[in-house]
């Protein structure tokens, strides 16, 4: 086990368990539940398009709007554009923002093929200039998310994670899979570990199928990463981080939220979407999160279509009034729920 902090550069986390940018969830109201539960040491927003954070759309503003429990906060930029992602970076700068995460991992076409995502891990020297241009953009730590390379033929990772490095790069995240993988198969621990003996001296940081307590310790030990990320263990289960922390601390830990817990958990975060949006606009931005809220409780099919339908708060509130009469198809409301299967993502999302 690694007792050194997490650390990027000065900034130096309170743990070594991080939230995986998630475009779609990790918006500042699962941010606030994920934090407040506990243990995590670094959250990311989704990934935002350098461009649209400078022209100032609607969009890329909410994925960035933050509150002040928000920190340590990572804002993730894409783009191919040197100019463009060094002026986006020093804007995050100014906004306060802790650290900014290249993405170097988005296989989506629409984002492929502007030259941004996985594809700059097929253009060496142009990809190493445009994250030094960032980096030298702000004083802010710089990161870089990135896949294994491009498919199993191109192991470029270990090869960039070095040249990234040298360029001034303060930690990078690897998601142990090729583009051409998708999410099929299993994570590759020994592509994670290569690209950790590549580094001098940087945290790196593994991603990929930590779904439990015994897969992060198995993350570390097999790989030497200084710190493990968590994507979708984190919707299934958002106390993840705070069990990694007791873990940690005292090699045991509790369990996670029951029915009613996570109930409670819901309501808080729909809360906070309201806040954000407003009571009209909320259930139709609640609906992939309350998805997996509805899934994990062991909602009642009907319920949980009911909920994906709902258009207002009140029509929200309605149908977690009848899920809370009702509880869980199988188990307690108050007892341990059988642990989620998490599958693989389907859909625009599916190579992520
Ligand atoms: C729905 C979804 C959205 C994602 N969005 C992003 C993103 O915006 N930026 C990014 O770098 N990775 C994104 N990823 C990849 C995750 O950060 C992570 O690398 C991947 O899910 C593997 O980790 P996990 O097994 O813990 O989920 C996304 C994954 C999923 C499933």
């Given at each position: 086990m690694v007792n050194k902090p997490l650390a990027y550069g000065p900034l130096?986390?309170?743990?070594r368990w991080l939230l995986s940018p998630l475009a779609g969830f990790t918006n500042l109201p699962f941010r606030r539940i994920v934090r407040e539960i506990g243990g995590v040491g670094l959250c990311t927003t989704d990934l935002v398009n350098a461009r649209g954070l400078l022209s100032g759309s609607e969009k890329t503003h909410e994925l960035i709007a933050t509150c002040p429990?928000?920190?340590?906060l990572s804002v993730q930029i894409f783009g191919h554009e040197p100019p463009i992602m060094a002026e986006a970076a020093r804007m995050l700068e100014a906004r306060g923002v802790d650290s900014i995460d290249i993405n170097?991992?988005?296989?989506?076409n629409k984002v492929t093929k502007t030259g941004a995502g996985a594809s700059l891990m097929c253009e060496r020297d142009k990809t190493i200039d445009l994250v030094e241009a960032v980096v030298k953009a702000v004083k802010i730590p710089v990161t870089v998310k990135m896949r294994l390379g491009w498919d199993e033929t191109q192991l470029t990772a270990p090869h960039f994670a070095r040249a990234f490095e040298d360029v001034g790069v303060a930690a990078i995240a690897i998601h142990g899979r090729t583009r051409q993988q998708?999410?099929?198969?299993?994570?590759?621990r020994a592509g994670i570990r290569a690209v950790v003996e590549a580094v001098k001296s940087i945290p790196v940081i593994g991603n990929g199928d930590v779904l439990t307590v015994a897969d992060a310790e198995t993350m570390l030990r097999e790989t030497g990463c200084a710190g493990v990320s968590i994507g979708r263990g984190a919707l299934a289960n958002p106390w993840i981080f705070r069990q990694l922390a007791q873990w940690e601390a005292t090699g045991t830990y509790d369990p996670p939220g029951s029915f009613q817990e996570r109930l409670e958990l819901l309501r808080k975060q729909f809360g906070y979407v309201i806040e954000l949006r407003g009571a009209d606009r909320a259930a139709p931005f609640f609906r992939k999160m309350g998805h997996w809220y509805m899934k994990a409780m062991r909602v009642p099919a009907a319920l949980r279509h009911a909920l994906q339908l709902a258009k207002d708060a009140a029509e929200v509130d309605a149908v977690l009034a009848r899920v809370a009469e009702q509880g869980p198809t199988i188990g307690t409301k108050t007892g341990l729920l059988p642990d989620l299967h998490i599958s693989v993502p389907a859909g625009p999302n599916a190579h992520w």
């Open positions: 130096v986390f309170s743990t429990e928000d920190s340590p170097m991992g988005c296989p989506v998708g999410f099929s198969g299993k994570v590759n």
